[in-house]
């Protein structure tokens, strides 16, 4: 039902940014959707990085990330972003888009398990 794109994602040095993009297809409306990025280090579990809402009034973001990231939508373009600053070794992983088909307009849900939809992934490099 609904199909997620990744771009973005590279090799930067530390201290540098990034900006990711996910964007949406398919026959259920963007509007419908909470957006979530996730990322998945090689070695360790998926884990959450950022949500928003699908009225864009609410975001949430991990620790490690607050300050630093910012997650965006633009329905115009049926895409979220995200804006990753003064990146770190520890950012370094792969990140995925993930669509959570929901009828609440404040849900910025945290859990992976919640998500609906997914996207392929795109890699972030960060060199020290």
């Known amino acids: 039902q609904v199909q997620l794109v990744e771009s973005g994602g590279g090799l930067v040095q530390a201290g540098g940014s990034l900006r990711l993009s996910c964007a949406t297809s398919?026959?259920?409306?963007?509007?419908?959707?909470?957006m979530g990025w996730f990322r998945q280090a090689p070695g360790k579990e998926r884990e959450f990085v950022a949500s928003?809402?699908?009225?864009?009034?609410?975001?949430y973001y991990t620790n490690s990330v607050k300050g630093r990231f910012s997650i965006s939508r633009d329905s115009a373009k049926n895409t979220v972003y995200l804006q990753m600053n003064n990146l770190n070794a520890a950012d370094t992983a792969v990140y995925y888009c993930?669509?959570?088909?929901?009828?609440?307009?404040?849900?910025?849900?945290?859990?992976?398990?919640?998500?609906?939809?997914w996207g392929q992934g795109t890699q972030v490099s960060v060199s020290s």
């Open positions: 993930g669509a959570d088909l929901t009828s609440d307009l404040d849900r910025a849900s945290i859990q992976d398990s919640l998500y609906d939809f």
């Open positions: 398919g026959r259920t409306s963007f509007s419908n959707l909470c």
């Open positions: 928003i809402s699908r009225n864009g009034a609410h975001t």
